[in-house]
């Protein structure tokens, strides 16, 4: 395993996730913020703080990784698996949705993008490293 590369996606991510969890949070107190339509923020209290807890796991193994200290790598590991699992946790819910539009005809003016959220398009960016890197993640993880 390449720890230099899981150190910077680790970093990367992690940064991701926290800036757009304090966006999430914040966004309703401070107001919308210029240049942040594109992100999809929707002001939710429960997806702001699932993203800040991500980024804290995923800042924690990057540290780790960085000082040689402790379990670095399973941090990431573990962040990537939570940005998969909270992000197919997104895609079902968006997928309900539809299906309750489609199947009751309530809410003919719902569209896909108002339903997107971070935790979906950010769980995008955590396949990769879960395709990078999943067969060692849970190869450790039986192992132990």
């Known amino acids: 395993m390449n720890e230099t590369k899981m150190l910077v996606f680790g970093a990367v991510l992690g940064a991701l996730y926290i800036v757009t969890g304090l966006l999430q949070v914040l966004g309703p107190v401070i107001g919308p913020v210029p240049g942040t339509d594109l992100l999809y923020l929707t002001g939710d209290l429960f997806v702001g703080f699932v993203l800040l807890v991500i980024g804290a796991v995923f800042a924690v193994g990057a540290r780790n990784l960085c000082r040689?200290?402790?379990?670095?790598?399973?941090?990431?590991?573990?962040?990537?698996?939570?940005?998969?699992?909270?992000?197919?946790?997104?895609?079902?819910?968006?997928?309900?949705?539809?299906?309750?539009?489609?199947?009751?005809?309530?809410?003919?003016?719902?569209?896909?993008?108002?339903?997107?959220?971070?935790?979906?398009?950010?769980?995008?960016?955590?396949?990769?490293g879960f395709l990078a890197w999943g067969r060692e993640t849970l190869r450790g993880l039986t192992s132990s």
């Open 68 to 128: 040689d200290v402790g379990e670095g790598a399973i941090f990431i590991s573990v962040g990537i698996l939570l940005s998969v699992l909270f992000g197919l946790v997104s895609l079902l819910a968006l997928c309900a949705t539809g299906l309750d539009v489609f199947l009751l005809g309530e809410g003919a003016e719902w569209s896909v993008a108002d339903s997107i959220d971070p935790l979906l398009y950010l769980a995008v960016i955590g396949a990769v």
